[in-house]
């Protein structure tokens, strides 16, 4: 099983809509939790971290269940400026016993006029 | 402005030769990370390292080395043992604090091409 999976899409979903991602993670022991945006041929960009009680920015809300070791990013009345590949990224403890940054392979998002 | 910085942004290498990427932050951050990514794909980790003179291999570290010699620096030599090392390659850094939300920051990539 991959420590982090994600649906790789692709979402082709109309303007305005709401669209939504989840992530699930292996690791039980993951400590931080984070949604990156990555636009064509760019480097990832932290969109939200992932708070225990959730949480909100505008458009975006991010939920984390420890229980189903899943993550989720909810869009909301998604814009045309939306559309990239979202990834899910787990910060927990490697067989070292140090802290290790794991990403999924993203999701890609394309907004339709 | 702090930040970390990726160069040179791309790459030519012949087949058969060695290549060193690099990378520096002066963000004062503990961990840095190699990824490669592929057309289409997501990330995949390379070499990682918490702390000075000490890294450990990711998932795909076969035909990769590095180094960790400064805080500051984490370069990747892409070995001629690497079957197939055309790809974006990422570095990030992190300030290493497992019990805080700990954002990765990423340099802006560089695209190696071989030909």
């Known amino acids: 099983r991959k420590e982090v999976e994600q649906d790789p899409g692709p979402f082709n979903v109309p303007e305005g809509a709401t669209v939504a991602f989840n992530c699930t993670y292996s690791n039980s022991a993951s400590q931080s939790f984070f949604w990156y945006r990555q636009d064509c041929r760019k480097e990832p960009k932290l969109l939200m971290s992932v708070y225990s009680s959730g949480n909100e920015d505008g458009r975006f809300t991010a939920q984390l269940n420890r229980a189903s070791q899943y993550i989720s990013l909810l869009i909301r009345d998604s814009k045309l400026s939306d559309s990239a590949t979202y990834l899910c990224?787990?910060?927990?403890?490697?067989?070292?016993?140090?802290?290790?940054?794991?990403f999924g392979t993203g999701t890609r998002l394309t907004i339709i006029p | 402005d702090g930040g970390i910085t990726q160069s040179p942004k791309y790459l030519f290498r012949k087949e058969g030769q060695n290549v060193t990427l690099s990378c520096e932050q002066n963000?004062?951050?503990?961990?840095m990370y190699w990824y490669r990514q592929d057309p289409g794909q997501g990330l995949r980790l390379i070499y990682y390292?918490?702390?000075?003179?000490?890294?450990q291999k990711g998932d795909i570290a076969e035909g990769y080395s590095v180094s960790r010699e400064k805080k500051e620096s984490f370069p990747l030599t892409v070995t001629s043992a690497q079957k197939n090392p055309t790809a974006f390659y990422l570095c990030a850094s992190t300030r290493n604090r497992i019990n805080m939300n700990t954002e990765a920051f990423f340099g802006q990539g560089t695209r190696l091409t071989v030909v």
């Open positions: 390292s918490q702390i000075v003179n000490d890294f």
């Open positions: 990224v787990v910060n927990g403890i490697s067989n070292f016993g140090n802290e290790k940054l794991t």
């Open positions: 963000l004062n951050h503990d961990a």
